[in-house]
């Protein structure tokens, strides 16, 4: 597709259960990023792949988050026993590598979970 | 003390006025600078990227960086209701895995 599509829309899960939460960067896209935006708050830095590199994972909350990013192209986050405190809107973004539009980042519609 | 402050607002301004959004920061390594928009239950939308200090100018929109201050601008000229969201400033340095934003401005132009 055009741009950053990600799945679910919409995630209505119980405390406790896991969820996948999965992007599909934009085509030709190297870098991918994910970022947390709770209510009222901004973007908090999850993760981020770049190519074949060892991800950055400086941001994930807590050992219950990972994500994995699989043949350089569609990333999946993991959230394990999710609590209350994960409610919020998940956001992945893609970058291209390198040139002057390499350092501006493209972000999906997002992914909007609650744990009840 | 966060990487970057923005005020939350909200700004509520009548239609056809300049609107002024600015971002301040600490970190002087960071030499990129952008502005999103967004839409409720959106994610958000590239508006504006500048690389330095300087303005860059597109359509009604002017993005300043002034790096001496660690300040940055967004100008809506002629604001319309459709400007309604909230803006995001952003910025990084030369290593491109992370990029810091502001925590959002709401913007309501009312008609």
Redesign the interface.
């Known amino acids: 597709g055009a741009g950053?599509s990600q799945s679910p829309s919409n995630k209505v899960t119980e405390k406790g259960k896991d969820v996948e939460l999965r992007c599909d960067p934009i085509s030709g896209h190297t870098?991918l990023?994910w970022?947390r935006q709770s209510l009222?708050?901004?973007?908090e830095?999850l993760i981020?792949f770049?190519g074949n590199s060892a991800p950055?994972k400086?941001?994930l909350p807590s050992d219950r988050f990972s994500a994995e990013r699989t043949g350089g192209s569609v990333s999946t986050l993991t959230i394990q026993r999710t609590q209350q405190e994960d409610s919020a809107v998940y956001?992945c973004a893609s970058?291209p590598e390198g040139g002057?539009?390499?350092?501006?980042?493209?972000?999906?519609?997002?992914s909007?979970l609650t744990v009840v | 003390q966060k990487e970057?402050e923005?005020d939350?607002g909200p700004l509520s301004v009548p239609e056809g006025a300049i609107v002024s959004l600015n971002c301040t920061y600490s970190n002087s390594a960071f030499?990129?600078f952008?502005w999103?928009r967004q839409y409720s239950?959106?994610?958000?939308?590239?508006l504006m990227?500048t690389?330095s200090s300087g303005n860059k100018e597109d359509g009604r929109f002017t993005a300043q960086v002034d790096k001496s201050s660690k300040y940055i601008s967004l100008f809506i000229r002629d604001s319309q209701p459709s400007d309604s969201a909230t803006y995001?400033c952003?910025m990084?340095g030369n290593n491109?895995?992370?990029?810091?934003?502001?925590?959002?401005t709401k913007l309501n132009v009312k008609p």
């Open positions: 950053v870098a990023y970022y009222g708050q901004g973007l830095f981020y770049q950055d400086s941001g956001l970058s002057t539009s390499g350092n501006t980042i493209y972000f999906g519609e997002g909007w | 970057v923005q939350p030499q990129y952008m999103y239950r959106k994610g958000p939308e590239l990227y690389y995001l952003a990084s491109f895995n992370k990029f810091y934003f502001g925590s959002g």
